[in-house]
């Protein structure tokens, strides 16, 4: 199976994200950085021709062979459905009709949804909050891998197991790490999404259905995109724990690579994310960054010092409050 990855633990650590400050110190230095604080205009019309895209590779692939569904599951379809993963990221953050209409952005979140087979949008809303004013936080923020993952997950064939199956490790980690009450809006997620599904089962019969779940399951699992959700925040080098991407995969995951600017500011939509670096270039050009996501699998399956371990932790006030 291979050689035992080398961590043991978390990279325990005793002080604030640092992003909370670093967006203190750019407004103050760049106030400009606020007028890029408004919705994309364009987001709401390229998730309606990815929705539609994916509808219409439905009535394609009715008379292909299953291989063939398959592979075009992977190849496309796991494309758009993991680029619609991050078009409702940016839909969570207010940026298709901004914090004036937040319902607006919840229900179209849940349209975005609807190629993915599986309701999602309503609980990734719920937890990605806590991703931002928590990160790394101990039993808050649920993008952490959980101890058992850790433990288990340590050498080169089981770490490649654990990212081909990622979709279930991120649906079920907030059932393990932080339960939260189902909401009324993910209720109405999962009804609109099993509406979709039975119009798409009754009209177009199997393979339609397969073709988007096999969409969803290979493309946010052993995925050249998927090398995002190792490179934004495993520690690649000690003393790290945001890390961007500037390669060309941005130009199709909403400029998520942009991770580091992200997180300094979360109300800045994709699209406008390089012009923050382009305003501020001594806050990023000096930091460590990735410049190609398959390398960064590559690295994580094959470095002893990479796995499941490899994230910074701390304990947040809330996490204290519940002790």
């Given at each position: 199976?291979?050689?035992?990855?080398?961590?043991?633990?978390f990279?325990?650590?005793?002080?604030?994200?640092?992003?909370t400050?670093?967006r203190?110190?750019?407004?103050?230095?760049?106030?400009?950085?606020?007028a890029?604080?408004?919705?994309?205009?364009?987001?709401k019309w390229?998730?309606l021709?990815?929705?539609l895209?994916?509808?219409l590779?439905c009535?394609l692939?009715?008379?292909?062979a299953?291989?063939w569904?398959?592979?075009?599951?992977?190849?496309?379809?796991?494309?758009?459905?993991h680029?619609?993963?991050?078009a409702i990221?940016?839909?969570?953050?207010?940026?298709?009709?901004?914090?004036?209409r937040?319902?607006?952005?919840?229900w179209?979140?849940?349209f975005?949804?609807?190629?993915m087979?599986?309701?999602?949008?309503?609980?990734?809303?719920k937890?990605?909050?806590?991703?931002?004013?928590?990160l790394?936080?101990?039993?808050l923020?649920?993008?952490?891998?959980t101890r058992?993952?850790g433990?288990?997950?340590c050498?080169?064939?089981?770490k490649?197991?654990w990212?081909?199956?990622?979709?279930f490790?991120y649906?079920?980690?907030?059932?393990?790490?932080?339960p939260?009450a189902v909401?009324?809006?993910?209720?109405?997620n999962?009804l609109?999404?099993?509406?979709?599904?039975?119009?798409?089962?009754?009209?177009?019969?199997?393979?339609?259905?397969?073709y988007?779940?096999?969409?969803s399951l290979?493309?946010l699992?052993?995925?050249?995109?998927?090398?995002?959700?190792?490179?934004?925040?495993y520690?690649?080098?000690?003393g790290?724990?945001?890390?961007s991407?500037?390669?060309p995969?941005?130009?199709?995951?909403?400029?998520?690579?942009?991770h580091m600017?992200?997180?300094?500011?979360p109300?800045?939509?994709?699209?406008n994310?390089?012009?923050v670096?382009?305003?501020a270039?001594?806050?990023?050009?000096?930091?460590?960054?990735h410049?190609?996501?398959v390398?960064?699998?590559?690295?994580?399956?094959?470095?002893?010092?990479?796995?499941?371990?490899?994230?910074?932790?701390?304990?947040?006030?809330?996490?204290?409050?519940h002790?």
């Amino acid at each position: 199976m291979g050689n035992s990855a080398g961590r043991s633990d978390f990279e325990w650590v005793y002080t604030d994200q640092p992003h909370t400050q670093r967006r203190k110190e750019m407004l103050a230095k760049y106030p400009a950085i606020k007028a890029l604080m408004r919705p994309d205009p364009h987001l709401k019309w390229t998730v309606l021709g990815m929705v539609l895209v994916q509808l219409l590779a439905c009535w394609l692939v009715r008379g292909l062979a299953w291989r063939w569904l398959l592979f075009w599951a992977y190849a496309f379809g796991g494309c758009v459905n993991h680029s619609l993963t991050l078009a409702i990221h940016d839909i969570s953050h207010n940026a298709a009709f901004g914090t004036a209409r937040a319902s607006h952005n919840r229900w179209f979140a849940v349209f975005a949804n609807l190629p993915m087979g599986v309701p999602y949008a309503a609980s990734f809303k719920k937890y990605h909050v806590d991703h931002h004013r928590y990160l790394g936080g101990d039993g808050l923020d649920v993008d952490v891998p959980t101890r058992l993952e850790g433990w288990l997950f340590c050498t080169p064939a089981r770490k490649l197991l654990w990212l081909a199956l990622q979709p279930f490790f991120y649906s079920l980690r907030p059932l393990c790490v932080n339960p939260k009450a189902v909401t009324r809006m993910e209720v109405l997620n999962a009804l609109v999404q099993l509406a979709a599904d039975a119009t798409i089962f009754a009209l177009g019969g199997l393979k339609p259905m397969v073709y988007l779940l096999a969409s969803s399951l290979l493309g946010l699992g052993l995925h050249p995109i998927s090398g995002h959700f190792v490179a934004e925040h495993y520690m690649f080098l000690k003393g790290h724990e945001t890390y961007s991407y500037y390669g060309p995969l941005n130009w199709i995951t909403f400029n998520v690579g942009y991770h580091m600017e992200h997180h300094d500011f979360p109300s800045i939509p994709g699209c406008n994310l390089p012009l923050v670096r382009k305003i501020a270039p001594e806050y990023y050009d000096h930091l460590p960054q990735h410049h190609s996501w398959v390398k960064v699998l590559w690295d994580f399956v094959f470095e002893d010092s990479l796995g499941p371990y490899a994230r910074v932790k701390r304990v947040c006030k809330l996490a204290e409050d519940h002790l």
